[in-house]
């Protein structure tokens, strides 16, 4: 009787292992090696891949630490002490000003002026000075030719008509003070009504301000008290004294004082004019000339 066998399983696999051919492994791919690539990694490489060494960076300073705030501290301590100089300066004039002077710009240089013409009506035939110059008193600045009247209508005064002397009567304008010509309203060849002005004279020295201070300030003003005088025309700043303060506001003497007599009153703030006396020396000042006044009350 022939035995049958049974192939085992765990034979039949060692044989059926030993009959099939080995797998060949597989050729590594030259391919990123010769264009200077790492190669791909592998199914171990995906499963512990090794972290890259972290390139290697200088030190980072904090920049919120102790030393940066000590740092902008320090640079800003000097910006601060002079914001704080300067504004202190600022705060104490300012507080030195109010306290001890009361300042306007509301001022102007005035002054006498003289106009002098003849007493006769006639004709300038002759004048002797211009704008700016100097005269003395009693110096003959100009020359009027007066007609002479030989006939009279009967029964009165009138002359005749077209009847005058050959000759006419030379009548000499004289400079009543000494001063300067500030402006001439004759020319020759012009003719003159009796009184009618030809020149203007001022004097140097009769000239003042006129101060215009403000109702609320004006209590604090006393005659005697110093003051300063800048002209703006000159650009140079003279003493001066207050010698009076007028007892009524500049709107008084307008044309058309307001009154304020209606239910309907806004307050408006007045002017009080103040009369300063100003030492210029041998400057003459021009009058009408804008000045600031700084009167030192205290």
Known sequence: MRRITRPNAYSDGRHSAARRPARRAPRPDNSHSAAGLAPPPSDGDHREAAPAPAAATAPSLPLGGPKGKRRRLLLLLPILLVVGGVSTAIAYRYWYESTYFVMTDNAQVTGDLVQVGSLTPGRIIATHVEVGDMVQKDQVIAVVA??????????????????????NAQVPVRAPLAGMVAARMGAVGGTVSAGQAIYALVDPKRIWINANVEEAKVGRVRPGQPAEVHVDALGQTFPGRVVAVTPATAATFSLLPSQNVSGNFTKVTQWVPVKIAVDSGDTILPLGASVEVRIRVQ
């Open 146 to 167: 007066v007609p002479q009247q030989v006939g009279t209508v009967p029964f009165s005064d009138a002359p005749r008509l077209d009847q005058t002397g050959s000759l």
